[in-house]
């Protein structure tokens, strides 16, 4: 005769955690589900489990699920953004800078967990304040950008905010087009394509004489 099988022990809730880490591991909890359901279908219950928590310490910190998902969103455009004006400040040398934006975007996008598909495929781009922040995040990388063309080239901010904004779209748009077929081009050849096609645009500008920095 067959014994029995055990039944098997509850899954063990996490260990109390400082404030700061366990806000960290439930956005990242967050994280996980909100990109594998979208927020209408994720459930704060999802989350809890994911986290490995109860509910009740989840609305500790988050007291609503929107909440939440903003938090998590604003974690998220703060990473872009703060990718792409690194690029923008480590360097004099202007054919880096433009590797260095493209290149925040497909680091950004290719990076674990697919959490740019918060920033730029929310299911909740109707609600005022997603938008907002999401819009926000897009202009803030716009200005890093236009910044530099305008103190190099010497057109005005309109000028360089749409030369700039020309230039985060083509990263943007050819990242996510990469990243589905990223076995057939690896990662540093992508990005240096679409760098030597921004920059045989960008570099037909004239630098303004006396300028801050360097053409190349």
Not at 88 to 98: E, F, I, L, Q, Y
Not at 190 to 198: D, E, G, K, P, R
């Amino acid at each position: 005769m067959s014994l029995p099988r055990p039944v098997p022990a509850p899954a063990r809730r996490s260990s109390r955690l400082p404030r700061g880490a366990r806000r960290l591991q439930l956005l990242q909890a967050a994280q996980e589900v909100f990109v594998a359901q979208g927020y209408h279908a994720a459930a704060m219950d999802d989350i809890a489990d994911r986290a490995g928590v109860s509910k009740p310490v989840l609305y500790q910190h988050f007291p609503g699920k929107r909440e939440l998902y903003v938090a998590l969103l604003e974690q998220q455009v703060t990473e872009l953004t703060d990718r792409v004006r690194d690029a923008m400040s480590g360097t004099d040398d202007n054919r880096t800078r433009v590797n260095g934006a493209v290149g925040a975007y497909f680091d950004f996008i290719n990076t674990e967990g697919s959490a740019f598909r918060l920033v730029f495929e929310s299911d909740l781009r109707n609600d005022d304040e997603v938008r907002a922040l999401a819009d926000r995040g897009h202009h803030s990388c716009v200005e890093a950008i236009a910044e530099v063309i305008a103190a190099d080239t010497g057109v005005d901010r309109e000028r360089a905010l749409l030369l700039a904004s020309g230039m985060t779209g083509l990263a943007e748009t050819s990242a996510r087009w990469w990243l589905d077929r990223k076995g057939t081009v690896s990662r540093d050849e992508a990005v240096a394509l679409m760098t030597a096609l921004s920059w045989r645009g960008i570099s037909n500008f004239p630098r303004l004489e006396g300028g801050e920095h360097a053409a190349h």
